[in-house]
């Protein structure tokens, strides 16, 4: 969760920097004590301004875990998409892209102390957030499973089936096993499956 990289200091100002610097403190705060348990304080001992100053930058705590979690989630994406435009072998690209761009995240945030906590927030502060991501992931997945058949020339459409039907099957199957677990782990063996079972499909 506070693994997302810096960017470049030369293609950043000082505003969006101390920006970074704020989001990336205050997520290991949320982190080491919960959301409910963190305060403006905390944060900002963490990142060492003083509150006031804090307040200038974000109105509340809601406002910065909301934009923490949208950085780890643009994050996340990028980092899946860059995977999915490689040169490995199709159904290695999209595991290695899930694990990599999304599971590795959860896996740091199931692990920490308050990891059920932050997690249950992207059912309420952080919804639309997820809803976003997820189309954009979604639109990365679709276009590498479209490119990948017509590399093979394969008309998905002669088998009932599209790119979009592939794509969110397998997004669907990831929302499933995460529900059914909160074992990574477990999560990243069931999308496995389901990376074969497309591969498959997409077999001439």
């Known amino acids: 969760m506070v693994s997302a990289p810096r960017n470049d200091a030369d293609s950043d100002s000082p505003e969006q920097e101390r920006r970074a610097g704020i989001l990336h ?3 290991t705060v949320f982190l080491a004590y919960g959301f409910s348990r963190t305060t403006m304080d905390d944060i900002a001992r963490a990142v060492g301004m003083s509150r006031p100053a804090l307040y200038l930058v974000f109105r509340n705590k809601t406002d910065i ?13 990028d980092t899946a998409a860059a995977i999915l435009r490689g040169d490995a072998a199709f159904a290695d690209r999209v595991k290695r892209a899930i694990d990599v761009g999304l599971l590795s995240m959860m896996r740091e945030v199931a692990s920490s102390p308050h990891g059920s906590e932050l ?16 189309k954009s992931l979604g639109r ?8 990948e058949a017509q590399r093979r020339g394969l008309d998905l459409a002669r088998r ?39 591969d498959l499909a997409l077999k001439a």
């Not at 990365?140 to 490119?147: D, F, G």
């Open 65 to 77: 875990f909301r934009a923490g979690a949208a950085m780890m989630l643009d994050h996340s994406v």
């Open 119 to 134: 997690l249950d927030l992207k059912h309420s502060i952080a919804a639309d957030l997820i809803q976003n991501w997820r």
């Open 140 to 147: 990365h997945v679709c276009r590498a499973i479209a490119e």
């Open 160 to 198: 009932g089936l599209s790119a979009e039907i592939l794509a969110e099957m397998l997004l669907d199957g990831l929302e499933g096993a995460k529900t059914r677990t909160s074992d990574p782990d477990q999560q990243l063996r069931a999308v496995y499956a389901l990376v074969t079972v497309i």
């Open 25 to 27: 403190g205050a997520l």
